[in-house]
């Protein structure tokens, strides 16, 4: 097993695990896990996920901005939740989006798993991007993400970051709970 690997994963567990709690300090440490994280997926040939890392890295500098916002506005990190009209949007997008990757990484690279990589990708950007805006949908996309990317890393004998995502389940269950509570202090819906 790779210890840089075992290094970004421990990232990753300290950076969601504060996401869960709404903490402005997940930022930093996310910073530093996808920039290891998008060496480490390029080496097993899984670029879907190398080049969401770099994705992630801006996302991460725009959701700290965004967070830090919120938090010097209201004392706290506010959540929010999507329209219906705005979530079926997402939804449209993203599965467009994952037909259009997904026909780029089949047709054009030596991807390991073209398809199966590119719906994670997109579901990554789309979790991150609601993320980053404070909408409670995220952690549903999360995890979809968490459950798809199990056996994903499993077949690529990425045990790590197999088991991060285990964790990682585990941790937007935990998540979403906590942002619902959360939610019920603040009431209005937003369009993001």
């Known amino acids: 097993m790779n210890p840089i690997e075992a290094m ?7 950076n969601v695990a504060l996401v869960a709690q709404r903490s402005v300090w ?25 080049l969401l890392q770099v994705f992630f890295f801006a996302a991460n500098l725009y959701g700290w901005r965004n967070w ?21 949007a997402w939804l449209i997008g ?5 037909v259009l990757w997904g026909t780029l990484m089949h047709r054009y690279t030596d991807a390991a798993y073209p398809w199966w990589d590119a719906g994670i990708a997109i579901a990554s950007v789309a979790a991150q991007v609601m ?33 991060l995502y285990a964790v990682l ?19 209005p819906a937003v369009a993001a």
């Open 26 to 50: 997940n930022y930093p440490v996310a910073l530093v896990a996808v920039a290891i994280y998008a060496w480490v997926f390029a080496g097993a040939r899984l670029y879907s996920d190398a």
């Open 8 to 14: 970004a994963a421990a990232l990753v567990v300290a």
């Open 169 to 187: 389940l585990a941790l937007s269950i935990h998540g979403l709970v906590h942002w619902q509570r959360a939610r019920g202090r603040h009431i």
């Open 131 to 163: 993320q980053a805006r404070r909408a409670i949908e995220s952690w549903w996309v999360w995890i979809a993400v968490d459950v798809a990317s199990v056996p994903l890393y499993a077949a690529k004998d990425l045990w790590f970051t197999c088991g």
């Open 68 to 88: 830090a916002l919120s938090r010097a506005a209201t004392g706290e990190v506010v959540v929010e939740q999507l329209d219906a009209r705005v979530r079926a």
């Open 94 to 98: 993203g599965a467009g989006a994952c």
